[in-house]
T-cell receptor
């Protein structure tokens, strides 16, 4: 079966750095997405990785290792508004998106 | 980025009635749109893939006669929840891509359905 694993919940301090991990087992791979979802709202796109390595975009970076079936989302200089759920999704060989359950990130002052 | 608009954002209805949710791509043409359902504290669950000009493709376990999808134009898909029951109460979200199978998904704002 296809599976995406990410921690259910994480807590971090404002101004700090946090890394959210995602491991996947899917039938084929055509890219990995990270989305941010605030409570009661729809997801918004953060990043897309299809090749191994680190993609940096401002305070957010995303890393991919296809051989390990592993990705992480790195958030720097955390702000209170970063409190949200972070969803990892993998596009399989049929270009279907397989979604993780999401990681709820709680930022404390 | 591309904009997807969803309406209504919130709807409350009585059990047994039908509710229609609209999903529009405002600045691009979407031959394919996706409908998701999300229960509290759970991940997105794909319900169906809406294809312009043809029948929707439903995921296993989703009743096509209960969740009617119509994709009559390249910018509009509708989801109708027929004979709604309290267990249908959920957050329904549509999404679309503007470049075929590649690229990111753009999501509508979501529709919170409460069935009394």
């Amino acid at each position: 079966g296809q599976n995406i694993d990410q921690p259910t919940e994480m807590t971090a301090t404002e101004g700090a750095i946090v890394q959210i991990n995602c491991t996947y087992q899917t039938s084929g791979f055509n890219g990995l997405f990270w989305y941010q979802q605030h409570a009661g709202e729809a997801p918004t796109f953060l990043s897309y990785n299809v090749l191994d390595g680190l993609e940096e975009k401002g305070r957010f970076s995303s890393f991919l290792s296809r051989s390990k079936g592993y990705s992480y989302l790195l958030l720097k200089e955390l702000q209170m508004k970063d409190s949200a759920s972070y969803l990892c999704a993998v596009k399989d060989s049929n270009y279907q998106l397989i979604w993780g359950a999401g990681t709820k990130l709680i930022i404390k002052p | 980025g591309a904009v997807v608009s969803q309406h209504p954002s919130r709807v409350i209805c009585k059990s047994g009635t039908s509710v229609k949710i609209e999903c529009r791509s405002l600045d691009f043409q979407a031959t394919t749109m996706f409908w998701y359902r999300q229960f509290p504290k759970q991940s997105l669950m794909l319900m169906a893939t809406s294809n312009e000009g043809s029948k929707a493709t439903y995921e296993q376990g989703v009743e096509k006669d209960k969740f009617l999808i119509n994709h009559a134009s390249l910018t509009l898909s509708t989801l109708t929840v027929t004979s709604a029951h309290p267990e249908d109460s959920s957050f329904y979200i549509c999404s679309a891509r503007d470049h075929g199978d590649v690229g990111e998904l753009f999501f509508g704002e979501g529709s919170r359905l409460t069935v009394l």
